[in-house]
């Protein structure tokens, strides 16, 4: 059962042949077994899930079935869930039960999934390697002495291990696509504004997106079906008409545009990564596409851009967490100054307070100008470059990481290359596309993710894209040897 599909999950569960209790039940025992090594789990409330799962068997008994009821989910927990601790894998937010349930959690809640537990993340969604959780770092089922990718890497891990089926992330410079590549799985970034942000902890307003984390594309089909839909709490979410995202998932790739950057495939990646990446475009060509050679002349840009852009709008975000309202407050203070002093430098971490200081600085008097709003110029120019680009072909292809998982503490005191490790996911948000990252081999054993961008709203042609190749190759189906 811990290698089925969705769909062969569903079909299981409707078939009587094995009960929700039964499948939470088993995934529990997996996750009490292996997540010690893993750590991919922050919080598990068994009696909750259990519950779930006995509603969703209710459900069932009386033929009320969808494609995702009585199925165990993960979620990152960074979506706030009606009485469940919501921590945002910080010491900040260690105390926070959350009141209310975030929009993916609510629509997943009335799509009859079980809410299995919530995973281990960056703290406040900051990071590249899942290292500055305040609960520690994940390990990487592939390799425990690797990072799983970053903020997304508790949920990463826990669907490589089969500690869940499928899981959520969100993506603010690559984070659903870096642990994807990392562990062996497909993850996609929507559009921005097609899944709510309402009740996902912010970091970065402008940027932040949820989306599906899983084995397959099929299956991130499967969950984004069910987590996409306008909602008129989040004022960025965009009023469009309901799609099935895995309407065209067979549709044949003959006549494919498939564009390559040059920038994507110069210095600066791996070898045995880009031979991985090579070979995958080759097996397209096989399947009938065509290759364009396109330029992102901008690219180089990104990642300083985005690290202007996204600690200005955390700075801001993150103003919330101050001691008074709910979360962390220091013990000892002498009045209110010196509260909101201590409070937020024992409640924050490292990386937290550094992109802090970076985006207060950024939007202080005097450099507003110089800094932040010519990152947003740059912004414009990025996405004019992909908007150009999308004129020549369907979807562009490049490598989602330029390296594969590196060793735990490896780039940690080094940030600037820590943020190098997004240095191909990071425009994709700057410009609010839809990307995507599927398994396309490996190179000394450890796996390498294949980046696949369309234009907006192109999702369901990324999961056919992605479908064709999986129906095609078998590097999706390897799972780590962990047991």
């Known amino acids: 059962m811990i290698n089925a599909s969705l769909k062969q999950l569903a079909q299981a569960l409707a078939g009587k042949q094995i009960s929700s209790v039964e499948l939470t039940q088993l995934y529990l025992d997996r996750i009490a077994r292996l997540n010690p090594a893993l750590n991919a789990f922050i919080t598990v409330d068994a009696d909750k899930s259990l519950g779930q799962a006995r509603a969703a068997d209710a459900r069932i008994a009386r033929g009320d079935t969808g494609p995702l009821t009585g199925i165990p989910v993960a979620q990152k927990d960074i979506f706030c869930a009606r009485d469940w601790r919501t921590s945002c894998g910080s010491k900040m937010l260690d105390n926070f039960v959350a009141p209310y349930d975030a929009t993916v959690i609510e629509r997943l809640n009335a799509a009859g999934a079980v809410l299995l537990g919530k995973t281990n993340m960056d703290e406040f969604a900051m990071g590249s390697s899942n290292e500055s959780s305040w609960y520690g770092p994940v390990k990487n089922p592939w390799d425990t002495t690797r990072v799983p990718g970053g903020s997304s890497g508790g949920s990463a891990a826990a669907v490589a291990a089969r500690l869940a089926p499928v899981a959520t992330g969100t993506d603010t410079g ?119 050679d396109i330029s992102l002349p901008n690219t180089h840009l990104s990642v300083p851009a985005y690290y202007v852009i996204a600690p200005a709008e955390a700075s801001s975000n993150l103003s919330r967490f101050d001691g008074v309202r709910y979360g962390y407050r220091a013990p000892e203070y002498v009045d209110l100054n010196d509260l909101y002093a201590k409070t937020r430098a024992q409640g924050f971490g490292a990386e937290v307070k550094r992109r802090i200081l970076i985006g207060t600085y950024v939007l202080s008097h005097g450099y507003y100008d110089a800094y932040y709003l010519q990152a947003q110029r740059i912004r414009r120019m990025i996405a004019d470059d992909f908007a150009t680009a999308f004129g020549q072909c369907d979807v562009i292809m490049g490598p989602t990481s330029p390296c594969t998982a590196f060793k735990l503490g490896e780039k940690a005191d080094d940030p600037v290359q820590m943020y190098l490790a997004d240095i191909y996911t990071i425009a994709v948000n700057l410009a609010g596309l839809p990307g995507m990252s599927i398994p396309c081999g490996f190179a000394y054993g450890l796996p390498v993710g294949l980046q696949l961008i369309g234009n907006y709203f192109n999702e369901a042609r990324l999961l056919n894209i992605a479908h064709r190749f999986q129906q095609a190759t078998d590097w999706h189906q390897r799972a780590p040897a962990i047991e």
Request: negative net charge.
């Open 174 to 292: 690559g984070s659903i696509r870096q642990p994807a590549a990392m562990c062996n799985l497909t993850g996609l970034k929507p559009t921005y504004g097609v899944v709510s942000r309402y009740g996902m902890i912010a970091f970065a307003s402008s940027l932040d997106q949820g989306g599906p984390m899983a084995r397959s594309a099929e299956d991130c089909a499967v969950l984004v079906n069910a987590m996409a839909a306008f909602d008129p709490r989040d004022s960025t979410s965009l009023e469009r008409p309901t799609e099935d995202y895995g309407r065209d998932l067979d549709k044949p790739l003959a006549g494919l545009r498939i564009g390559l950057p040059r920038e994507f495939f110069g210095e600066g990646c791996e070898p045995s990564v880009m031979a991985a990446v090579e070979a995958a475009i080759a097996e397209y060509r096989k399947l009938g596409a065509e290759t364009v």
